[in-house]
């Protein structure tokens, strides 16, 4: 029980640092960044939305700090499954999977710690 504890504290820790990471980066440009080979379809769509991309980032490090001083975790999980799954359809759908592996690690990350905190989402499933 103290293993599963501490594994996920420190995936909890992990998702939040790289939501941050990923975030600051937007504006830093710290790491290489890529979206692969966009299709014309995505680029349009990255076009149409890059004025909320900003607020966006802003909104990842927010989750990302209250993820890692454990502050509202489960809620959170939820909020952050649908960008997750959003962020890894749009990663794949660029056509380059080595440029996705981010996106497969949050969603990665997101599931296991959704896992963990399963009993905490049982009344939503109830009749």
Same mark, same amino acid.
């Given at each position: 029980?103290?293993?599963?504890?501490?594994?996920?504290?420190?995936?909890?820790?992990?998702? @939040?640092?790289?939501?941050?990471? +990923?975030?600051?980066?937007? +504006?830093?440009?710290?790491?290489?960044?890529? +979206?692969?080979?966009?299709?014309?379809?995505?680029?349009?769509?990255?076009?149409?939305?890059?004025?909320? !991309?900003?607020?966006?980032?802003?909104?990842?490090?927010?989750? @990302?700090?209250?993820?890692?001083?454990?502050?509202?975790?489960?809620?959170?999980?939820?909020?952050?499954?649908?960008?997750?799954?959003?962020?890894?359809?749009?990663?794949?759908?660029?056509?380059?999977?080595?440029?996705?592996?981010?996106?497969?690690?949050?969603?990665?990350?997101?599931?296991? !710690?959704?896992?963990?905190?399963?009993?905490? +989402?049982?009344?939503?499933?109830?009749?």
């Amino acid at each position: 029980m103290k293993d599963n504890q501490s594994l996920k504290t420190w995936l909890r820790i992990l998702l @939040g640092v790289f939501l941050i990471a +990923y975030a600051l980066n937007q +504006y830093f440009h710290i790491l290489p960044t890529s +979206y692969g080979k966009m299709p014309e379809d995505a680029m349009l769509f990255i076009d149409a939305v890059v004025v909320y !991309l900003p607020i966006l980032y802003i909104f990842e490090i927010i989750l @990302g700090l209250l993820l890692i001083f454990n502050k509202w975790t489960a809620f959170l999980l939820i909020v952050l499954f649908p960008l997750s799954i959003a962020f890894l359809i749009f990663s794949i759908s660029n056509q380059d999977l080595a440029d996705a592996l981010p996106a497969v690690i949050v969603a990665i990350l997101n599931f296991v !710690l959704m896992l963990f905190e399963r009993e905490k +989402y049982e009344p939503l499933f109830r009749k």
